[in-house]
C-alpha cells in the first residue's frame, strides 16, 4: 500500500486527490467512527486484495460491503488493488476492473515501481472520470492530450413562481464536442447522506444531445440542515459511462430567484 501511496504523491500534491487510509488515525482516536466516516465521503475506494484481506473479518465484512453497497448505489467508484495472488475471482468484487492491467498481482511484476506507478495511473484514469474528464491515453515519450470536460453540473438556488418553498436547481448541460450523453442517476451526498434525486416530471435516464442542458431541483427543506447554505457542491450526476460528476454553484444566476412553471398538482401558497 505505501509503495502504491508514493506514486500517487504528486497528484495529491497538485491537489487532484486527498488520500485518506486506517494509518493516518492518530492515537486516542475512536478508528471504527473514523473509518466509516471516510468511507461514507470517499468518491474512490481502493481495495487491496491479499490472502490476509480475505482472512480479516472487518476488512470483509464491514469495509468491503459497505464500499460495495457504495459502488453499486452509483455514489463511490471501488477498485480492487491484486498485491498478492489469490482467489479474488470468487469475490463479490469480481466484476469491477482491477488493477494492476488484467488483475495481475503486484508480487508477480519483475519490476515492483512499474507495477505500482500501473496502479497509480489507473487510479488516476478513474479520477479523470469522476472530475467529467476524458482522459486520453499518449505514448511515455509524448505529450499527453489536455483532458476535456464531458458536462457541466451547476446548482442555483430559487423559487417556483406563486410557491414559497425554495428549492435547489441542478442544470446539467452536455459539453462534449462529439458525443451524447446519457445521465442515469442525479443525487445530493454529504459525510451522513445519500438522498437519490427523483421528479415524476423529470425522469431519468435523459440523453443530452451536444450543448443540450437538462433540469431537475429538489426542496432545500429535503436536504440536510446542517448543508442547506453550502449544499451546490454537493449534488452528484452519474452517466451511463459510469462517470460520476461534481457540481458546482452556478454563479451565473442570482443567489435565489423566482422561475417559471412547477410542479404539477401541487397547491399554491402566497
Known amino acids: 500500500m505505501d ?7 504528486i497528484f495529491d500534491r497538485q491537489g487532484l486527490i486527498r488520500e485518506w487510509h486506517d494509518r493516518l488515525i492518530r492515537p486516542g482516536d475512536e478508528w471504527k467512527g473514523r473509518i466509516d466516516r471516510r468511507l461514507h465521503r470517499s468518491d474512490i475506494i481502493l481495495l487491496f486484495i491479499s ?3 480475505f482472512e ?3 476488512c470483509y465484512e464491514a469495509e468491503m460491503m459497505d464500499a460495495m453497497r457504495r459502488h453499486e448505489a452509483g455514489a463511490a467508484r471501488v477498485v480492487p488493488i491484486i498485491l498478492r495472488p489469490c482467489a479474488w475471482h470468487s469475490a463479490p468484487f469480481a466484476g469491477l476492473q482491477a488493477l494492476p492491467t488484467d488483475g495481475r498481482a503486484i508480487t508477480t511484476w519483475s519490476n515492483r515501481d512499474e507495477a505500482c506507478l500501473n496502479v497509480a495511473e489507473g487510479v488516476m484514469r478513474a479520477v479523470g472520470e469522476l472530475r467529467g474528464e476524458v482522459v486520453i491515453s499518449a505514448p511515455r515519450e509524448g505529450a499527453a492530450e489536455a483532458p476535456a470536460r464531458l458536462i457541466a453540473v451547476r446548482v442555483h438556488r430559487a423559487f417556483f413562481a406563486g410557491q414559497r418553498d425554495e428549492c435547489h436547481f441542478i442544470n446539467i448541460t452536455n459539453l462534449s464536442s462529439s458525443r451524447v450523453v446519457e445521465v442515469t442517476h442525479v443525487w445530493y451526498e454529504d459525510e451522513a447522506h445519500h438522498i437519490p434525486i427523483v421528479q415524476a416530471q423529470r425522469a431519468l435516464p435523459v440523453r ?4 443540450q442542458s437538462w433540469e431537475t431541483w429538489i426542496e432545500t427543506s429535503n436536504l440536510p440542515a446542517a448543508h442547506r447554505d453550502d449544499a451546490a457542491s454537493r449534488f452528484r450526476v452519474r452517466v451511463s459511462s459510469g462517470a460520476v460528476f461534481a457540481s458546482v454553484a452556478n454563479t451565473t444566476v442570482p443567489p435565489v430567484g423566482v422561475v417559471p412553471g412547477g410542479p404539477i398538482n401541487r397547491q399554491n401558497t402566497v
Do not use: C
Not at 509503495?3 to 504523491?9: A, K, T
Not at 443530452?208 to 450543448?211: A, F, G, M
Open 3 to 9: 509503495e502504491v501511496r508514493r506514486q500517487l504523491v
Open 51 to 53: 490472502p490476509h484481506f
Open 56 to 58: 480479516s473479518d472487518y
Open 208 to 211: 443530452l444531445d451536444l450543448d
